[in-house]
């Protein structure tokens, strides 16, 4: 569906003076090129002055059967017949014609003209480029000014060069595909005398594609994309340059094609309507093989397929046999002002071509797609894609069309669109068509910046004296039928339409169109004109839809014609901004460049009053979408960010209508969203009390997140407790709710009435409550990483001083729920000023409850740590009881173990502090505990001394944990021999048993025989002859009897050995 605006794209038009009648038009820096009917003689005209005064006139070798131009290098191109013979010619320096120079050099393609006649002064060049096949048509690249011929069954690409008076040998101007632009005003060489600086152009013809089975009557070229149009089918495809050789066999395809074509000779094939898009269209039955030609070593080119479209001859309805054949084949390309690949790239570049009745435009770059397709009221006879526009022509009308070019490049410059920040009209959103300006006898189109050039030719049955004599009252009648003739042909009727009716009974000749009075060489009634009509600016034509589109808002502001003119003016704007931004980006020289190429030399538009005007666009569509139906009222939301506009100016401009007084969807869309999201802006308390208004009558249910949200920290909290009372009264009691309304009653100071409150739920339920609705408890954040935006609410401090087990039970809730990371956390306790108690609190019921490795072994370093400093530091001692005690934590936690039985013997006496015996209770049961990793804090633990038995035992623990047992026994035979049995019992066990008698039993002896009055040691001995008895047969325990006189002392317990052995 196409829709239609009658919104004036055009702005004036003048008449080219012309003496004889054109038969080809081409344009380019600047200029426009007529070749007279059947002619030799080549006119510049120049499009940047009024009247469009004669540049220059220059003779060609041959009469001219097709011309194009480049921007770069600022060249012609022509393909010529003479004599029978079809030659292609490129005319470099034309402009200096205009001073009157006669001198011409004439030479073959790489062969410079030597000696003072080129070196000593700027003359025009006629560059004879030699082909083996007949030329049939010829494109030039905007981008790197190369040249593609496209012959019978051939394309040849010709790259351009440029030399120089120091350096003969071949150069490139660019890259293989570069984005440098050269103004078209400065022609190679514009300087007169000897410059060793001067440059010409000249060609290297560099690769030729060979196609058996397609026959280009149009081609294309940009940025390494290549086009051809055949009949009834287009190809494109993709160069790139690469260093590999690459070698491509295409024999088999064609013998495979030849044969095929001969058994089928007795038939009449009709082609079947295929689309093949990006890695499908190798798919198509068109081989292209590569055959490379570079007089140079520059790489190798390889060939990728992009997008092949043929069409049935029955796909066309309403056209002879004679006009059943595409036209207007077309490469664009856009730049961005982020280039990501790189600033010689096209980010962007599409694919026209058309019908008689219908247009098509592709995406080629990243996914080949189908952007839009243009359903013509008539047969049209030529179309040019432009920057904002696409122009056709029919018979009598020239006629404009929006395209979605811009949608595309914007959602590669900008990543966030799409998303719930910004925004951008989808790129197969509907065309539009914008009013038609009627013309006789129109033959073709072309455009260069702003202008776009028509040339018109009367039919000779029909004299222009009749058409001029015609009243004025004809013109309209003409006009208002081809009109209703359109909207007919869409399917609308206009007599059922009263806004159609009265649209089509105004007088559409626009009053703001000037027409220069024609010369007496027209007043002689010729039956042709050459037209050059003016675009309006992008800004003044959104203006006008602007205005235009106040008709839908007044009468139905949910209207989807509104809907889709603003989006049309959205595109219209973000197309300007990506082409200033292009510009900007250019900088100095370049800039200037890029302004003549793209602009026709119009000076850009103010970028700021662009952005001004995008704002204004996107507030009026966030309006349209805010109160739209639910299937797109997500699009508020990006739309009304990006207009800048504060929350308080969208309520303002969403407070519901007396004929609908309910909020649109879009609006609580939007505004639950900005209330969602972490902001620093607090609003007022008349805007935060109107917020809760708006959703106490729109959605109750989130009038608690709605009361959570740091926007609303101004809210009246005596007038939203009563409507979250009428909520309790009205509603089922929910714990959020509860909490709610307890965090009001704490703004009023109303600690009774708040205690009763936090009473009333038992306090799992109200951890629940908070998981539910964390920002209960702080503010900021968002999930990231940024733990200094968080902040503890007003509730989270009440807590921390009246139920800190509560707030710890819900931090590690929140953690576990993952509403809130472990920074973030640890960032709140310190703002609340319980780094020290409520944070190791923390910490450890994290250990409860966590199950991620890495953070188990971070917070085991973290308390392990703590549990130091406050064993050597006093001072670091919690201000308040833990809430956990050791015996808690070791029963309750898997990575607390329990404490040794030997460590019983080791600690210090009750006379300690609660504070440091508990810490070093911890301490331990860590150390006993699986889960820590004993190479994390042994450099803390170094800082323990070994003089007081609490650190001797740490340091033992340390010892033990190491496997290193031997070192174990004698250092805490050396320290506290009366703990070493406690200790052998346990952990000279299983595989370490034999320790007893290999190194316990000879310390012992040892030690009692320098110490025989040591009672602890004698004891200790006892114990030990009693385990290694048991545990021995009687040959190894009577190994182990030293061999000193003291055998007598061994016996009793070698007798043991011996009963043992006997009755087992």
Same mark, same amino acid.
């Given at each position: 569906?196409?829709?239609?605006?009658?919104?004036?794209?055009?702005?004036?038009?003048?008449?080219?003076?012309?003496?004889?009648?054109?038969?080809?038009?081409?344009?380019?820096?600047?200029?426009?090129?007529?070749?007279?009917?059947?002619?030799?003689?080549?006119?510049?005209?120049?499009?940047?002055?009024?009247?469009?005064?004669?540049?220059?006139?220059?003779?060609?070798?041959?009469? +001219?059967?097709?011309?194009?131009?480049?921007?770069?290098?600022?060249?012609?191109?022509?393909?010529?017949?003479?004599?029978?013979?079809?030659?292609?010619?490129?005319?470099?320096?034309?402009?200096?014609?205009?001073?009157?120079?006669?001198?011409?050099?004439?030479?073959?393609?790489?062969?410079?003209?030597?000696?003072?006649?080129?070196?000593?002064?700027?003359?025009?060049?006629?560059?004879?480029?030699?082909?083996?096949?007949?030329? +049939?048509?010829?494109?030039?690249?905007?981008?790197?000014?190369?040249?593609?011929?496209?012959?019978?069954?051939?394309?040849?690409?010709?790259?351009?060069?440029?030399?120089?008076?120091?350096?003969?040998?071949?150069?490139?101007?660019?890259?293989?595909?570069?984005?440098?632009?050269?103004?078209?005003?400065? $022609?190679?060489?514009?300087?007169?005398?000897?410059?060793?600086?001067?440059?010409?152009?000249?060609?290297?013809?560099?690769?030729?594609?060979?196609?058996?089975?397609?026959?280009?009557?149009?081609?294309?070229?940009?940025?390494?994309?290549?086009?051809?149009?055949?009949?009834?089918?287009?190809?494109?495809?993709?160069? %790139?340059?690469?260093?590999?050789?690459?070698?491509?066999?295409?024999?088999?395809?064609?013998?495979?094609?030849?044969?095929?074509?001969?058994?089928?000779?007795?038939?009449?094939?009709?082609?079947?309507?295929?689309?093949?898009?990006?890695?499908?269209?190798?798919?198509?039955?068109?081989?292209?093989?590569?055959?490379?030609?570079?007089?140079?070593?520059?790489?190798?080119?390889?060939?990728?397929?992009?997008?092949?479209?043929?069409?049935?001859?029955?796909?066309?309805?309403?056209?002879?046999?004679?006009?059943?054949?595409?036209?207007?084949?077309?490469?664009?390309?856009?730049?961005?002002?982020?280039?990501?690949?790189?600033?010689?790239?096209?980010?962007?570049?599409?694919?026209?071509?058309?019908? =008689?009745?219908?247009?098509?435009?592709?995406?080629?770059?990243?996914?080949?797609?189908?952007?839009?397709?243009?359903?013509?009221? @008539?047969?049209?006879?030529?179309?040019?894609? /432009?920057?904002?526009?696409?122009?056709?022509?029919?018979?009598?009308?020239?006629?404009?069309?929006?395209?979605?070019?811009?949608?595309?490049?914007?959602?590669?410059?900008?990543?966030?669109?799409?998303?719930?920040?910004?925004?951008?009209?989808?790129?197969?959103?509907?065309?539009?068509?914008?009013?038609?300006?009627?013309?006789?006898?129109?033959?073709?189109?072309?455009?260069?910046?702003?202008?776009?050039?028509?040339?018109?030719?009367? #039919?000779?049955?029909?004299?222009?004296?009749?058409?001029?004599?015609?009243?004025?009252?004809?013109?309209?009648?003409?006009?208002?039928?081809?009109?209703?003739?359109?909207?007919?042909? /869409?399917?609308?009727?206009?007599?059922?339409?009263?806004?159609?009716?009265?649209?089509?009974?105004?007088?559409?000749?626009?009053?703001?169109?000037?027409?220069?009075?024609?010369?007496?060489?027209?007043? !002689?009634?010729?039956?042709?004109?050459?037209?050059?009509? &003016?675009?309006?600016?992008?800004?003044?034509?959104?203006?006008?839809?602007?205005?235009?589109?106040?008709?839908?808002? %007044?009468?139905?502001?949910?209207?989807?014609?509104?809907?889709?003119?603003?989006?049309? !003016?959205?595109?219209?704007?973000?197309?300007?901004?990506?082409?200033?931004?292009?510009?900007?980006?250019?900088?100095?020289?370049?800039?200037?460049?890029?302004?003549?190429?793209?602009?026709?030399?119009?000076?850009?538009?103010?970028?700021?009053?662009?952005?001004?005007?995008?704002?204004?666009?996107?507030?009026?569509?966030? &309006?349209?979408?805010?109160?739209?139906?639910?299937?797109?009222?997500?699009?508020?939301? =990006?739309?009304?960010?990006?207009?800048?506009?504060?929350?308080?100016?969208?309520?303002?401009?969403?407070?519901?209508?007396?004929?609908?007084?309910?909020?649109?969807?879009?609006?609580?869309?939007?505004?639950?969203?900005?209330?969602?999201?972490?902001?620093?802006?607090?609003?007022?308390?008349?805007?935060?009390?109107?917020?809760?208004?708006?959703?106490?009558?729109?959605?109750?249910?989130?009038?608690? $997140?709605?009361?959570?949200?740091?926007?609303?920290?101004?809210?009246?909290?005596?007038?939203?407790?009563?409507?979250?009372?009428?909520?309790?009264?009205?509603?089922?009691?929910?714990?959020?709710?509860?909490?709610?309304?307890?965090?009001?009653?704490?703004?009023?100071?109303?600690?009774?009435?708040?205690? @009763?409150?936090?009473?009333?739920?038992?306090?799992?339920?109200?951890?629940?409550?908070?998981?539910?609705?964390?920002?209960?408890?702080?503010?900021?954040?968002?999930?990231?990483?940024?733990?200094?935006?968080?902040?503890?609410?007003?509730?989270?401090?009440?807590?921390?001083?009246?139920?800190?087990?509560?707030?710890?039970?819900?931090? +590690?809730?929140?953690?576990?729920?993952?509403?809130?990371?472990?920074?973030?956390?640890?960032?709140?306790?310190?703002?609340?000023?319980?780094?020290?108690?409520?944070?190791?609190?923390?910490?450890?019921?994290?250990?409860?409850?966590?199950?991620?490795?890495?953070?188990?072994?971070?917070?085991?370093?973290?308390?392990?740590?703590?549990?130091?400093?406050?064993?050597?530091?006093?001072?670091?001692?919690?201000?308040?009881?833990?809430?956990?005690?050791? #015996?808690?934590?070791?029963?309750?936690?898997?990575?607390?173990? !329990?404490?040794?039985?030997?460590?019983?013997?080791?600690?210090? !006496?009750?006379?300690?502090?609660?504070?440091?015996?508990?810490?070093?209770?911890?301490?331990?049961?860590?150390?006993?505990?699986?889960?820590?990793?004993?190479?994390?804090?042994?450099?803390?633990?170094?800082?323990?001394?070994?003089?007081?038995?609490?650190?001797?035992?740490?340091?033992?623990?340390?010892?033990?944990?190491?496997?290193?047992?031997?070192?174990?026994?004698?250092?805490?035979?050396?320290?506290?021999?009366?703990?070493?049995?406690?200790?052998?019992?346990?952990?000279?066990?299983?595989?370490?048993?034999?320790?007893?008698?290999?190194?316990?039993?000879?310390?012992?002896?040892?030690?009692?025989?320098?110490?025989?009055?040591?009672?602890?040691?004698?004891?200790?001995?006892?114990?030990?002859?009693?385990?290694?008895?048991?545990?021995?047969?009687?040959?190894?325990?009577?190994?182990?009897?030293?061999?000193?006189?003291?055998?007598?002392?061994?016996?009793?317990?070698?007798?043991?050995?011996?009963?043992?052995?006997?009755?087992?």
């Amino acid at each position: 569906m196409v829709h239609v605006y009658n919104c004036h794209p055009f702005t004036s038009q003048q008449i080219v003076q012309v003496e004889q009648e054109p038969g080809l038009v081409c344009c380019g820096g600047g200029a426009l090129f007529v070749v007279a009917t059947g002619g030799c003689k080549v006119d510049a005209y120049s499009l940047e002055k009024e009247g469009c005064p004669l540049i220059c006139r220059f003779a060609t070798m041959g009469t +001219v059967r097709s011309i194009r131009h480049s921007n770069i290098g600022d060249y012609l191109v022509t393909i010529e017949e003479k004599n029978s013979a079809t030659y292609l010619r490129a005319y470099t320096n034309w402009r200096y014609q205009a001073e009157e120079k006669a001198r011409v050099g004439v030479r073959l393609l790489g062969h410079l003209l030597r000696g003072a006649s080129v070196w000593g002064g700027v003359q025009m060049e006629i560059i004879e480029i030699p082909l083996a096949e007949r030329p +049939v048509a010829m494109a030039c690249c905007s981008i790197s000014g190369d040249l593609l011929v496209g012959c019978e069954n051939t394309l040849v690409l010709f790259t351009l060069r440029r030399q120089n008076q120091q350096n003969l040998g071949q150069q490139n101007v660019q890259g293989p595909w570069p984005n440098t632009t050269q103004s078209s005003s400065q $022609s190679q060489g514009q300087t007169s005398g000897s410059n060793p600086n001067l440059s010409v152009l000249d060609f290297e013809r560099s690769v030729i594609l060979h196609l058996s089975k397609m026959s280009p009557k149009e081609v294309a070229l940009c940025g390494g994309y290549v086009a051809v149009q055949g009949e009834l089918e287009v190809l494109v495809l993709k160069l %790139e340059a690469t260093s590999l050789p690459v070698t491509v066999d295409p024999s088999s395809d064609t013998n495979k094609t030849a044969d095929f074509l001969e058994d089928q000779s007795d038939f009449l094939l009709v082609p079947r309507h295929q689309e093949l898009l990006g890695h499908r269209a190798k798919d198509c039955d068109i081989p292209v093989s590569i055959e490379q030609t570079g007089l140079e070593d520059r790489g190798q080119y390889t060939l990728f397929y992009v997008l092949f479209r043929r069409f049935s001859p029955e796909f066309f309805q309403g056209c002879s046999v004679e006009e059943m054949h595409l036209h207007s084949l077309q490469l664009y390309s856009m730049f961005t002002g982020n280039q990501s690949v790189s600033q010689d790239e096209p980010t962007c570049v599409f694919c026209f071509f058309s019908l =008689p009745t219908t247009g098509y435009l592709y995406s080629l770059k990243g996914e080949v797609e189908l952007l839009s397709t243009y359903q013509y009221p @008539e047969k049209v006879l030529e179309a040019v894609l /432009m920057d904002h526009l696409l122009h056709v022509i029919t018979k009598g009308a020239l006629q404009c069309f929006t395209v979605r070019c811009a949608a595309v490049a914007a959602r590669i410059e900008d990543p966030y669109i799409d998303t719930t920040i910004k925004a951008c009209p989808p790129c197969n959103m509907e065309v539009c068509a914008l009013r038609m300006q009627l013309f006789i006898g129109l033959r073709s189109v072309c455009a260069y910046g702003h202008h776009v050039i028509l040339l018109s030719a009367a #039919d000779t049955e029909t004299p222009e004296e009749t058409e001029r004599s015609t009243p004025r009252r004809g013109f309209e009648l003409k006009e208002n039928n081809t009109l209703t003739g359109f909207f007919l042909a /869409m399917g609308i009727d206009p007599t059922t339409t009263p806004a159609l009716e009265n649209l089509l009974s105004r007088p559409f000749l626009n009053r703001k169109w000037t027409i220069s009075s024609p010369k007496e060489t027209s007043s !002689a009634g010729h039956g042709w004109n050459l037209y050059v009509v &003016d675009t309006v600016s992008p800004l003044t034509l959104y203006h006008e839809m602007v205005e235009y589109s106040q008709r839908y808002a %007044e009468t139905n502001p949910q209207a989807q014609s509104l809907r889709h003119l603003l989006s049309e !003016a959205h595109l219209l704007l973000r197309a300007s901004l990506l082409q200033t931004s292009e510009q900007q980006q250019s900088g100095g020289s370049n800039a200037a460049a890029s302004v003549l190429t793209r602009s026709g030399g119009e000076a850009p538009t103010d970028r700021q009053e662009l952005e001004v005007a995008l704002r204004q666009n996107c507030a009026q569509l966030g &309006d349209c979408f805010s109160r739209g139906s639910q299937k797109d009222c997500h699009l508020a939301l =990006p739309y009304y960010r990006m207009s800048g506009l504060s929350v308080t100016e969208v309520m303002s401009r969403n407070r519901p209508l007396p004929s609908s007084p309910h909020y649109g969807p879009g609006f609580l869309f939007y505004l639950k969203h900005y209330l969602l999201e972490e902001v620093d802006h607090s609003l007022s308390q008349e805007a935060a009390d109107e917020v809760v208004d708006i959703f106490s009558q729109s959605e109750p249910s989130m009038i608690i $997140s709605v009361c959570a949200s740091p926007c609303m920290i101004n809210v009246n909290p005596a007038r939203t407790l009563q409507i979250l009372q009428h909520m309790e009264d009205t509603a089922e009691v929910s714990v959020p709710l509860t909490i709610t309304m307890a965090t009001m009653m704490l703004r009023l100071d109303n600690l009774p009435k708040f205690t @009763e409150l936090m009473e009333r739920h038992a306090e799992m339920l109200l951890v629940y409550g908070f998981i539910e609705e964390p920002r209960l408890l702080l503010h900021g954040g968002g999930g990231g990483g940024q733990h200094t935006q968080v902040r503890p609410t007003a509730l989270a401090r009440q807590l921390a001083n009246s139920h800190p087990g509560l707030l710890v039970a819900a931090m +590690v809730a929140l953690h576990e729920n993952n509403k809130v990371q472990l920074e973030q956390a640890d960032h709140i306790f310190q703002e609340l000023g319980c780094e020290n108690s409520l944070q190791v609190d923390f910490w450890e019921a994290m250990l409860m409850a966590s199950s991620q490795d890495a953070v188990i072994q971070e917070l085991l370093f973290r308390v392990a740590s703590v549990y130091i400093d406050r064993l050597t530091n006093s001072a670091a001692a919690p201000k308040r009881k833990s809430l956990k005690s050791s #015996d808690d934590l070791i029963n309750s936690c898997s990575h607390y173990g !329990a404490l040794y039985p030997w460590l019983t013997v080791l600690n210090p !006496a009750s006379t300690a502090s609660s504070q440091h015996q508990e810490a070093l209770h911890k301490l331990q049961a860590l150390l006993c505990g699986p889960s820590l990793l004993l190479g994390s804090v042994v450099p803390l633990l170094e800082q323990l001394s070994e003089e007081t038995l609490w650190g001797f035992s740490l340091h033992l623990l340390c010892v033990t944990r190491r496997g290193q047992y031997s070192s174990s026994i004698e250092r805490l035979l050396d320290r506290c021999p009366q703990a070493i049995i406690a200790y052998a019992n346990h952990q000279l066990q299983d595989k370490h048993m034999a320790l007893w008698w290999q190194k316990l039993l000879p310390e012992l002896c040892n030690r009692t025989r320098s110490a025989s009055d040591n009672s602890i040691l004698l004891g200790a001995l006892k114990e030990t002859l009693v385990v290694v008895a048991m545990e021995t047969s009687p040959a190894e325990f009577l190994e182990l009897i030293p061999d000193d006189g003291t055998a007598a002392y061994f016996l009793p317990h070698l007798l043991t050995c011996s009963q043992k052995h006997l009755l087992a």
